[in-house]
């Protein structure tokens, strides 16, 4: 070149790239590791302080987990009516007269009264409870059910008569029947159906913690 700008000597002038874009490039790429680094940092402190897959473990075991099937509903019981029970009213305690007035509260209350007296020699003045049941097997499930929501406590027993008929024999405990009320609540509560049993479960497993 001539004039001012002729280069003389043996030395030349080094042409540079600008720093300013190298600059920026290695700005970019170091946030680009800090960020990548510091994410990686937050998911490791959650895992320690979570147990990692627990949620994952969980939601996988209620997947597994059968759906339960619907169960038929058990029936409800049914039941005599007070007028379809037919009672012998027999006093095996030293009151008099408490036969008859038990008997003519269970006709007020719709019972088909039968024979009203003394109890027979086997029980006379030896039932300590409230009174006792006596009937045939078939009534375990029926009639000795219904008398038992008027006077609970009772103890029953069978024999073997081939009638319907039932014995309700007073005992030395025998202060009253049940209110109506009481009774009617005793009855709704045998006649309500049983829920449904379950015919699946599946408890949760418990999730497995890391050591450490």
Not at 70 to 94: D, F, G, Q, R, W
Not at 162 to 174: H, N, P, Q, W, Y
């Amino acid at each position: 070149m001539g004039g001012k700008y002729r280069i003389t000597g043996n030395t030349h002038p080094r042409m540079r790239r600008p720093r300013n874009r190298r600059r920026i490039v290695l700005a970019g790429v170091s946030a680009v590791v800090a960020l990548g680094l510091a994410g990686w940092g937050t998911l490791q402190l959650i895992d320690v302080f979570t147990g990692g897959d627990q949620s994952a473990s969980a939601a996988g075991h209620q997947r597994d987990c059968p759906k339960p099937t619907s169960a038929p509903a058990v029936p409800a019981k049914t039941l005599p009516k007070p007028a379809a029970i037919k009672v012998n009213v027999y006093n095996a305690t030293t009151t008099t007269g408490l036969a008859k007035a038990a008997a003519d509260e269970l006709k007020k209350r719709g019972f088909t009264v039968g024979e009203v007296g003394n109890a027979p020699e086997a029980y006379d003045k030896k039932v300590p409870g409230p009174g006792v049941l006596l009937g045939a097997p078939a009534a375990v499930d029926g009639s000795f059910a219904v008398l038992g929501t008027q006077l609970p406590g009772t103890v029953q027993k069978t024999d073997t008569r081939k009638t319907a008929e039932v014995d309700l024999i007073l005992g030395a405990k025998f202060k009253a029947f049940s209110t109506p009320a009481e009774a009617t609540a005793a009855m709704t509560a045998l006649t309500k159906p049983s829920p449904a049993p379950s015919s699946t479960s599946c408890a949760p497993t418990a999730p497995k913690t890391k050591n450490g």
